[in-house]
């Protein structure tokens, strides 16, 4: 399947694994990428000589393309920008805020950058930035979300811009991946079916309580202070949920939280640790190789697009 996002970023499969943090480490990218996708290094809250290790790492493994996530609230963002351009990976994707202050320096040096919005006027501002792409996320994703909902955020981003546009949240098969076709996309991001892949190295424990989980399994806490993360539910999330209602303030909320996404990822703690996962979460039922996963989701995907419905 030929689109203007598998001649830009030069991929087999229009699909992209998402840059989830502590997830998408250089085994998933590798495997996503050795697939015909693109597969992405979440950077997450990572020092930059770490994000450093783990591109050399990918390397080592394919020639394929592969992308860089930045998380813009890490510390160290300057210096991971710095890092994508001296290592000459060709994608970055962006997430959780405004990549504007780096554009210059990435295009100069040939990185396509592909920052994901969650709304109609930061697409424009993205396009504006001469972004070459845009992901376009809804609310049913997992981890840091914005306010709409896929199936409204994507076509309206799609008629906003010319640049194209992936659609990113509630996917995870071939009928999710026609769907964001039809709303105008050319392409899709995908997370939560990626976490329970055979290459990805999140603890049993988070991988099981992916693939038990029903379409209610998730919630979202830090709606109150602009901080809205998707989870699954658990004790962490109940007590978050209480102490936010009772207005308890941002910095004690914080700590409940506090290397969550690590404890849970990495220790498998899924009573106390943040188990980030979209809606779709109901969906993924086994654990599978990326390429099968891809290969299934092009075959459903391409075989709904060709459909008649007469
Ligand atoms: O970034 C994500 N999802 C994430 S990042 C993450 S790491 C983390 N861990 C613990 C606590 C907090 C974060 C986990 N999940 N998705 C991409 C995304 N970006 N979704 C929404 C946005 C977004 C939001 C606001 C993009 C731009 C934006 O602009 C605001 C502005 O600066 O104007």
């Known amino acids: 399947m030929k689109t203007r996002i598998t001649e830009i970023i030069e991929i087999e499969h229009p699909i992209l694994q998402g840059g989830m943090a502590w997830v998408a480490e250089h085994n998933l990218a590798a495997a996503v990428s050795e697939a015909g996708g693109l597969g992405i290094i979440g950077a997450g809250g990572a020092p930059a000589e770490a994000v450093r290790e783990q591109i050399q790492k990918v390397k ?10 930045i998380m813009l609230m890490n510390p160290e963002a300057d210096a991971i920008a710095q890092v994508i351009v001296d290592e000459g990976v ?10 504007s202050k780096y ?3 990435w295009k100069a040096a040939g990185v396509k950058v592909i920052p994901v919005v969650a709304s109609v006027a930061m697409a424009k501002l993205m396009e504006r930035g001469k972004a070459d792409a845009v992901i376009a996320e809804g609310m049913e994703s997992g981890g840091h979300i914005g306010s709409l909902t896929t199936m409204a955020l994507v076509p309206q981003v799609a008629d906003a811009v010319n640049i194209p546009v992936i659609a990113a949240g509630g996917i995870a098969d071939g009928r999710g991946f026609a ?15 990626f976490v329970a892949a055979k290459e990805s190295i999140v603890h049993e424990n988070y991988k099981a309580m992916l693939i038990k989980s029903k379409d209610i399994d998730s919630t979202v806490t830090g709606m109150t202070h602009g901080h809205p993360i998707r989870t699954l539910r ?8 209480r102490l936010e209602k009772e207005g308890t ?10 290397g969550g996404l690590r404890k849970a990822v990495m220790e498998g703690d899924v009573v106390n640790g943040s188990v980030m996962a ?5 969906l ?4 599978q190789p990326c390429k099968e996963i891809i290969d299934e989701i092009i075959e459903q995907g391409t075989m709904l697009l060709n459909k008649k419905f007469d």
């Open 60 to 69: 080592a493994v394919t020639n394929n393309p592969f992308g860089v996530n």
């Open 90 to 99: 060709k994608v970055v994707t962006t997430g959780a805020g405004n990549p």
């Open 103 to 105: 554009m210059e320096m």
């Open 179 to 193: 769907a964001a076709f039809m709303l105008g996309a050319e392409g899709v991001q995908i997370g939560t079916r």
């Open 234 to 241: 658990n004790k962490m999330t109940k007590e978050y949920l």
């Open 249 to 258: 303030d941002f910095m004690e909320l914080e700590k409940l939280t506090l």
């Open 278 to 282: 979209g809606q779709i979460a109901g």
């Open 284 to 287: 993924v039922r086994k654990e």
